[in-house]
Nanobody
């Protein structure tokens, strides 16, 4: 098993930046593909970005493409989400997820989430 823990959320003005981190303890970090999801109030959880085991492949939701960058440092057992040009509609709880398969849905392991609030 792997246990993801998110950090780095906060309140930022529209147009600003934040960097989220996801640290994972447990089994070998590089055995897992990783992803970020988010859930806004009253909405379903949605996919944001994913990254393959060594970081060579990434995918993004259309809504964040060009603004967000996902990356990982396997030596530090940590994944990142650099969020630039933030918009009020990016306000949500952001979750880190891990799975041994590189996929869009139904990840096996989840963090508790970190709140991101973008003010207009």
């Amino acid at each position: 098993q792997v246990h993801p823990v998110e950090s780095g959320g906060g309140v930022v003005q529209a147009g600003g930046s934040l960097r989220l981190s996801c640290a994972a303890s447990g089994r070998t970090f590089s055995d897992y593909a990783l992803a970020w999801f988010r859930q806004a109030p009253g909405k379903e959880r949605e996919f944001v970005a994913r990254i393959s085991w060594k970081g060579g492949t990434t995918d993004y939701a259309d809504s964040v493409k060009g603004r967000f960058t996902i990356s990982r440092d396997n030596a530090k057992n940590t994944m990142y989400l650099q969020m630039n040009s933030l918009k009020p509609e990016d306000t949500a709880v952001y979750y880190c997820a891990a799975d041994q398969r590189y996929k869009l849905y139904k990840y096996d392991y989840w963090g508790q989430g970190t709140q991101v609030t973008v003010s207009s």
